[in-house]
């Protein structure tokens, strides 16, 4: 068997096993419609209502989706022993990682789906002219935080511990990017933070297409951001990803996965 079809069929059958839980279709397909009409019930009266803030609507399904849809698929296998009985199999952890970011990547795409087509009609949204503009930047969005959860997902040791780390990364995620709320509400000092976020820069795009009528050339920054993003964080995957939870991960491994990532961030905030 291929690696390429040993992928795909594992991707299968997380895709398979994805439809068939009632859990994880509520989780998917329902919660963020949750988000939607809070949005809509906090920002009716907002100037540019509700159309203004889907960038960041958007944005909190895009990265809740990736980013814990991943990363507590890796801890709960991890947990089972269903990646311990993947290990002595001729799949590698190459495998593993592509098709949990495939299985991530179609979930996501379905509840944005479904969270536009509910914007759209049941609200008004206006998405503008170019509809393909949003989903290719919400197509570099989703590059960039997958990989995100799998590193979360390596690092938590169980699922005790799994929320509480994905919790401590999410809020600051969503709160001081301009996703949950305008950035211009916060202070100076963490609005030079939130710029720092990988989140800050899919709203930053998704602003620019469906706010200010931009093309995607007028988003290059935050696109090379997230694109760049995605392949350091891809790459620090093979420095991180666990079998069993009782092997060991190093906190020098941990400290350069978070280090490479942090200093993307960093600079890129320092010179724009």
């Given amino acids: 068997m291929s690696a390429i079809h040993g992928t795909l069929e594992l991707a299968r059958a997380y895709l398979l096993q994805t439809m068939r839980s009632r859990s994880a279709l509520i989780w998917t397909l329902l919660f963020p419609q949750v988000w939607l009409f809070l949005f809509a019930l906090?920002?009716?009266d907002q100037p540019g209502g509700m159309s203004a803030r889907v960038p960041g609507l958007f944005t909190i399904t895009a990265f809740s989706g990736a980013f814990f849809g991943v990363a507590y698929t890796l801890v709960t296998?991890?947990?089972?022993?269903?990646?311990?009985r993947i290990w002595v199999t001729p799949a590698t952890a190459t495998t593993v990682v592509v098709a949990n970011a495939a299985r991530s990547l179609v979930t996501v795409v379905a509840s944005l789906l479904v969270q536009g087509i509910l914007a759209r009609f049941a609200l008004?949204?206006?998405?503008?002219?170019?509809?393909?503009?949003?989903?290719?930047?919400?197509?570099?969005?989703?590059?960039?935080?997958?990989?995100?959860?799998?590193?979360?997902?390596s690092v938590a040791k169980d699922m005790r511990s799994a929320p509480a780390i994905g919790n401590l990364i999410f809020m600051p995620m969503i709160f001081l990017s301009g996703?949950?709320?305008?950035?211009?509400?916060?202070?100076?000092?963490?609005?030079?933070?939130?710029?720092?976020?990988?989140?800050?820069?899919?709203v930053q795009a998704l602003e620019g297409v469906m706010v200010r009528g931009e093309g995607l050339t007028q988003q290059g920054l935050p696109l090379a951001v997230m694109l760049t993003s995605g392949f350091v964080a891809f790459g620090l995957n093979s420095l991180l990803f666990r079998w069993e939870?009782?092997?060991?991960?190093?906190?020098?491994?941990?400290?350069?996965?978070l280090a490479g990532l942090a200093l993307l961030y960093v600079v890129v905030a320092l010179v724009t």
């Fill in 42 to 44: 906090i920002y009716r």
């Fill in 77 to 84: 296998e991890r947990e089972q022993g269903i990646l311990r």
């Fill in 124 to 153: 008004g949204v206006d998405f503008g002219p170019a509809v393909w503009r949003v989903a290719v930047v919400l197509a570099f969005g989703v590059w960039a935080f997958v990989p995100l959860g799998l590193i979360m997902g």
């Fill in 179 to 202: 996703a949950a709320l305008p950035i211009q509400m916060l202070p100076g000092w963490l609005q030079s933070f939130g710029r720092m976020l990988p989140t800050a820069y899919l």
């Fill in 245 to 257: 939870s009782t092997q060991p991960l190093g906190a020098k491994r941990v400290g350069s996965a």
